[in-house]
C-alpha cells in the first residue's frame, strides 16, 4: 500500500512566522513531489515541485526533499492570514498523484 | 500556462438524472486526464484516469458503467455520472497533465463541480 502520510493540524502560527509542513512516503519508487494548496470549497491549486534531493525555493515557499528519509516539507516565509488553507503534499508514482490527507494552516493576524 | 476549465461549477437536479461534466486543458494537450472525487473534510480519490482514444482506466471500487468517461481529444475529457443518486452528491475534480502515460510533470487542476442529487 503506498501511502503519504501527513499530520492533519490545525498548525497555527502568527502571521508573519514561519509556517513548516511535513509528509512522509512510503514508496521509494516515487520520484516526484508536490504540494498543493486547497481553500476550503476549492480545487487544489499547485504551488511546488520538487524532482531531487535538497531545497527549492520560490518566493517565500521553500520545498525540501530528502530521498534517503523519505521525507518532503514545505517552509512558508513570512506567512500571511491567505496562506490560511489546507495544504495537500502527494508523490507521483506510475503516472498518478498519492495524497496525503492534507494539513489545515491557520495564519492568525 | 497550465488552465484546466471545468464546467458546470455546480449542478442541482433529481435523483434519477445523468450529469455531465467537461474538462478542458486551456494551453496545453493532455494525454491524459484524471477524475477525482472529494467528500467534505476527506482528500482527493482518484475515480479514474482518462486516456485520450483509448479507454479510460478506473480505481477499484469505481463503477465504470455509472461513471462514463470519455476523452476525445487532446483538451477535453467528460464524465458522466448515469442515474445518479443522492449518494453520489461530492465534489467531482478534473486535473490534466502534459506528459505521456508516466510523466512526472505536475497535475493542474480544474477549478471542480459541485453535484447535489435531491
Known amino acids: 500500500q503506498k501511502e503519504v502520510e501527513q499530520n492533519s493540524g490545525p498548525l497555527s502560527v502568527p502571521e508573519g512566522a514561519i509556517a513548516s509542513l511535513n509528509c512522509t512516503y512510503s514508496?521509494?519508487?516515487?520520484?516526484?513531489f508536490f504540494w498543493y494548496r486547497q481553500y476550503s470549497g476549492k480545487s487544489p491549486e499547485l504551488i511546488m515541485s520538487i524532482y531531487s534531493n535538497g531545497d527549492k525555493e520560490d518566493g517565500r515557499f521553500t520545498a525540501q526533499l530528502n530521498k534517503a528519509s523519505q521525507y518532503v516539507s514545505l517552509l512558508i516565509r513570512d506567512s500571511q492570514p491567505s496562506d490560511s488553507a489546507t495544504y495537500l503534499c502527494?508523490?507521483?508514482?506510475?503516472?498518478?498523484?498519492?495524497f496525503g490527507q492534507g494539513t489545515t494552516l491557520q495564519v492568525k493576524p | 500556462g497550465a488552465v484546466v476549465s471545468q464546467h458546470p461549477s455546480r449542478v442541482i437536479c433529481k435523483s434519477g438524472t445523468s450529469v455531465k461534466i467537461e474538462c478542458r486543458s486551456l494551453?496545453?494537450?493532455?494525454?491524459?486526464m484524471f477524475w477525482y472525487r472529494q467528500f467534505p473534510k476527506q482528500s482527493l480519490m482518484l475515480m479514474a484516469t482518462?486516456?485520450?482514444?483509448?479507454?479510460?482506466?478506473?480505481e477499484q471500487g469505481v463503477e465504470k458503467d455509472k461513471f462514463l468517461i470519455n476523452h476525445a481529444s487532446l483538451t477535453l475529457s467528460t464524465l458522466t455520472v448515469t442515474s445518479a443518486h443522492p449518494e453520489d452528491s461530492s465534489f467531482y475534480i478534473c486535473?490534466?497533465?502534459?506528459?505521456?502515460?508516466?510523466?512526472?510533470?505536475?497535475?493542474?487542476f480544474g477549478d471542480g463541480t459541485r453535484l447535489s442529487i435531491l
Open positions: 494551453d496545453f494537450q493532455a494525454t491524459t
Open positions: 502527494a508523490a507521483a508514482y506510475t503516472g498518478k498523484l498519492i
Open positions: 482518462s486516456n485520450e482514444g483509448s479507454k479510460a482506466t478506473y
Open positions: 486535473s490534466a497533465r502534459e506528459g505521456g502515460a508516466v510523466s512526472n510533470q505536475p497535475q493542474h
Open positions: 514508496d521509494r519508487g516515487s520520484q516526484s
